[in-house]
């Protein structure tokens, strides 16, 4: 019989009368109905616009398209409400959702593990073959019940823990023994509490105040490398793949945060011309970085079933690193001399969101066919109107990518 056999016949289930049956909690069922009545209005409404509109064959068959969609949400809702429940036996469990069900016996079961969500903490059941079940407490109303039978399974987490803390004591290039390998451990973790501070300082640094720019720049660039370097020299004791029952410490804000910063400024502060070689340059030099993060050594346990996750999740990162950076270094490096072009101010515009940009429109300039646009500071968009005179200044970029500075045209 299986070890998981042998944890759940323990006898802490005998005062449990099965099956147990847990259904959509009222709370939920009313979030289903608000749901449904909101997107069921929407639905109503992009339908009548296809019907009764003046769109056009191809926009309004869109609309209607769209509008059968958002239709459907609230008939998938009432049914999740209505039929949705967990059934718990002594040997299995059973989901049902708005119209199909999913039955796991625990012959199948491989583990448990907790995944931590927005300031929630689901439970996850992982099978040995086939995609994981996560539940959500609260949508059910599970109870102390539903604890019990879920923490006989295997704690999985614990065992991923045992394993790299085995890997630690085992690993002689730490130590003579195993008290000064964990000792070593211990100090890790205490250096990686610092440098996982030094992100957040980053970031706020570049968008609040980035002076001076130069060494904001540079720290920004050097951060992940610093990361990647103690990853590759000591691999027992550092990780960058963030699993949370590994005993090693994470380093992988240092990976995250410093392309968002460098990104975030190249948007805010460049405007460059000539953004296909941006793009394609800064893919390059990105690159090396991406390529570093995943053939870096890793610990014995940190073997992952889906070798392709990591470079999706570091791709777009390591090309925000590579355009930030090269946007950045061909203005801040560049010291050529500048052209002038007389134009003038044809329109503003303000876009809201997570932050608020200010762009001014440009009648035609320099070899300019059309309207052109740039980003500007809030300052320059309320002294400027419609009409006024501005230079548009062309530099060459110290890579050859040419970039634009907007300002009056006195001397």
């Not at 109303?141 to 790299?164: C, I, M, V």
């Not at 451990?185 to 509490?193: E, H, R, T, V």
């Not at 968002?260 to 190249?266: K, T």
Request: include cysteine.
């Amino acid at each position: 019989m299986s070890d998981m056999q042998g944890v759940l016949d323990k006898g802490w289930h005998k005062d449990i009368r099965y099956p147990v049956v847990y259904r959509v909690t009222t709370t939920q069922k009313i979030a289903c109905g608000f749901l449904g009545l909101l997107f069921g209005a929407m639905g109503i409404g992009l339908f009548y616009l296809a019907q009764n509109g003046r769109s056009g064959d191809a926009s309004g068959a869109l609309l209607g398209f769209v509008a059968i969609g958002f239709l459907a949400i609230p008939v998938c809702a009432l049914f999740y409400a209505m039929n949705a429940r967990v059934t718990l036996e002594a040997r299995a469990i059973e989901v049902r959702g708005a119209f199909g069900t999913r039955r796991l016996e625990t012959r199948d079961i491989a583990g448990r593990r907790l995944v931590t969500g927005r300031n929630v903490v689901y439970p996850l059941i992982v099978v040995k073959e086939g995609r994981p079940l996560r539940l959500v407490r609260s949508t059910f109303g599970l109870d102390d019940r539903f604890n019990a039978w879920f923490n006989a399974l295997p704690d999985l987490d614990e065992q991923e823990r045992a394993s790299t803390l085995a890997l630690v004591e085992q690993d002689v290039t730490l130590g003579g023994n195993a008290q000064e390998r964990l000792a070593k451990l211990a100090k890790a973790k205490q250096a990686a509490k610092v440098l996982n501070v030094l992100p957040l300082v980053l970031l706020a640094w570049g968008y609040l105040y980035p002076r001076p720019y130069g060494a904001m720049v540079a720290c920004a660039a050097l951060m992940p490398w610093v990361a990647i370097g103690l990853s590759w020299a000591k691999p027992n004791l550092f990780q960058l793949d963030g699993k949370q029952s590994d005993v090693r410490p994470n380093l992988a804000s240092l990976l995250i945060m410093p392309p968002l910063v460098l990104g975030m400024r190249a948007l805010f502060d460049v405007h460059v011309i000539d953004l296909q070689p941006l793009l394609l340059g800064g893919l390059a030099l990105g690159l090396p970085l991406c390529l570093a993060v995943i053939m870096a050594p890793k610990a014995a346990t940190s073997a992952t079933k889906k070798p392709w996750v990591l470079p999706l999740v570091m791709l777009p990162f390591m090309a925000a690193y590579g355009v930030g950076l090269l946007a950045l270094g061909d203005t801040i490096w560049d010291d050529a001399p500048v052209q002038v072009f007389r134009t003038s101010i044809t329109g503003k515009h303000v876009s809201h969101g997570k932050s608020t940009t200010y762009e001014v429109y440009l009648a035609p300039w320099g070899d300019t066919r059309g309207e052109d646009s740039i980003r500007v500071s809030r300052a320059y968009f309320d002294a400027v109107r419609q009409g006024d005179p501005a230079c548009v200044r062309l530099h060459p970029g110290r890579f050859g990518l040419r970039w634009t500075q907007l300002g009056s045209c006195s001397p």
